[in-house]
């Protein structure tokens, strides 16, 4: 019997394979874990009405488990309580948005279950509303148009000017904010210090157990904080050099079972 009580992961090309569907042996693996009394906690970029449905997928809150949406910027319970919610100081709103203005970039943000972008539509826009299968709004201006508290700005375009927008970003607002990329095409602006590590960090109190107790996967930057934090940090087989060289240990790919085969290995 393992010493691990939670299990968290990433979802698009960690729990997701690249059909965008969890596959038979990893969600056996995983309501196996459950079963074993491991609690189960799903982490994504996505707005947290885009997460839940894996969550319900794997009967995670019916057995007191979790979700995180906002890369830990909102962490709900198995009540779909917020037991973490962390906002952008809204200072930052028009320096950012004025800073990306130039740019062939989409800024996007996010008010419930709702996606607001600005008309700079590119090919990569309208991939989170599709996966998450709700409408994309655009209005004129987001710097004018945002009168409530954003919890990020989810950045899109092509992925070689996004690195340039990135390094820009943080030169301007690095040491206030943190900047990251999620996939090649979307970069991700959040409060400092708030991240997927953050939030497994929240969970560990809300259950009362140490971060040495958890495993972790992922397959991008995005993810690199909680491989870090968790005991056990697994990179998917899929995943970026550097996400690998943060890992403990890297499994098979997201298309062949990569998490069933580590929990094989680990549990």
Not at 20 to 49: C, D, H, M, W, Y
Not at 90 to 95: F, R
Not at 156 to 175: Q, S, T, Y
């Amino acid at each position: 019997m393992s010493g691990y009580k939670l299990i968290a992961f990433d979802v698009d090309d960690t729990l997701l394979n690249t059909e965008k569907r969890i596959t038979p042996k990893t969600k056996e693996a995983l309501l196996n874990a459950q079963k074993s009394g491991i609690k189960l906690a799903v982490a994504s970029g996505r707005l947290p009405f885009g997460v839940k449905p894996f969550a319900d997928e794997l009967n995670i809150l019916e057995n007191g488990g979790y979700y995180m949406g906002f890369n830990g910027g909102a962490v709900l319970n198995s009540d779909n309580e917020l037991i973490g919610k962390t906002y952008l100081d809204s200072k930052y709103i028009k320096p950012v948005y004025e800073a990306l203005r130039p740019t062939n970039i989409t800024t996007m943000v996010h008010k419930g279950d709702i996606i607001y972008a600005d008309k700079k539509v590119n090919d990569y826009t309208h991939i989170e509303p599709d996966v998450i299968g709700i409408p994309l709004n655009l209005v004129d201006d987001i710097a004018d148009f945002v009168d409530w508290r954003l919890h990020k700005f989810l950045l899109c375009g092509e992925p070689e000017e996004l690195k340039e927008v990135e390094k820009d970003l943080i030169e301007k607002f690095g040491g206030e904010l943190d900047i990251y990329l999620s996939a090649p095409w979307f970069l991700e602006v959040m409060p400092k210090g708030i991240n997927k590590g953050k939030g497994v960090e929240i969970i560990c109190r809300d259950m009362g157990i140490s971060a040495a107790e958890v495993i972790a996967f992922g397959d991008n930057y995005n993810d690199i904080s909680m491989l870090k934090t968790a005991g056990l940090g697994i990179a998917m087989g899929n995943a970026d050099d550097e996400v690998k060289n943060a890992a403990d240990y890297v499994t098979d790919t997201c298309d062949s079972d990569g998490i069933a085969k580590a929990l094989v290995k680990f549990l």
